[in-house]
């Protein structure tokens, strides 16, 4: 007598139900205001001037001055973060092409008023003659600290968008790959989503921190970063921002 154990079809009917669920499933790989998934699985959220941020160089934007006359582009290192205002010494000058510089400099810094003056004996000195200034390195002491626009126009620098239109054959292939996992190695629904979330948010971040897919920094700028050739990175944020989220379709 033969007794066959039905091994089968309890695993097809697992495999069914993790494919219907998984298709009830959808991936959202961006930055995000709700919570996401970072590299190391750790449940985060974009703040709000992030997500602005965000757009602005993934659609380019036209930046205009509010409430005062220009922007304040930091042009030195000492600048970046900090407005004008946080220089007491600041003032302005013209360039011979019309650009608008805030500047700050040690001979136009103000002096302590002097002692008064007391009688004294003594025969006063001869006053030496003045040597001539020599005035053709006489901004040799200028430190330009900004340049003022009344707007600045951001460029176009799709790393979302393009990133993904760029690794769809890697993502393709990790969808795939998380099928065959789920048939034949157990994986669960949500475990094959959150590898395919994982894979599309490393494409995206390899794409934004890959510096032939976009121009470098502009002249003006290059001296106040540390990754003038590209012009996504600066302090990590953006990047680190990128998520992926897994919910109902």
């Known amino acids: 007598m033969l007794i066959f154990r039905d091994d089968i079809t309890g695993e097809l009917q697992r495999i069914r139900q993790e494919f219907e669920k998984l298709g009830r499933m959808k991936i959202t790989i961006g930055i995000q205001g709700v919570a996401g998934k970072n590299s190391k699985g750790q449940e985060v959220s974009a703040t709000a001037d992030i997500m602005t941020i965000a757009g602005i160089h993934e659609f380019g934007a036209t930046i205009k001055a509010k409430n005062v006359r220009n922007l304040a ?19 302005f000058i013209h360039s ?82 998380v099928y065959r996992k789920i048939m034949f190695e157990g994986w669960d629904a949500e475990t094959a989503a959150n590898h395919v979330g994982m894979v599309a948010r490393n494409c995206i971040v390899g794409y934004m921190m890959d510096s032939t897919n976009f121009r470098g920094k502009g002249s003006i700028v290059r001296s106040t970063t540390n990754w003038p050739d590209k012009p996504l990175m600066e302090t990590a944020r953006l990047r680190n921002s990128i998520t992926y989220v897994v919910g109902e379709a």
Do not use: H
């Not at 582009?73 to 003032?91: C, N, Q, R, T, Y």
């Open 73 to 91: 582009i930091p042009i030195a290192k000492k600048a970046v973060g900090k407005s004008p205002l946080d220089f007491e010494d600041l003032f």
């Open 96 to 177: 011979k092409n019309g650009y608008l510089f805030g500047c700050i400099s040690k001979k136009r810094k103000g002096t302590n008023p002097r002692a008064a003056s007391r009688p004294s004996d003594k025969k006063p000195k001869k006053k030496k003659s003045k040597k001539k200034q020599d005035t053709k390195n006489g901004n040799d002491d200028i430190e330009y600290l900004f340049i003022l626009f009344e707007s600045v126009e951001i460029p176009e620098r799709s790393f979302i968008r393009a990133g993904f239109d760029s690794s769809k054959e890697k993502i393709d292939e990790a969808v795939k790959m």
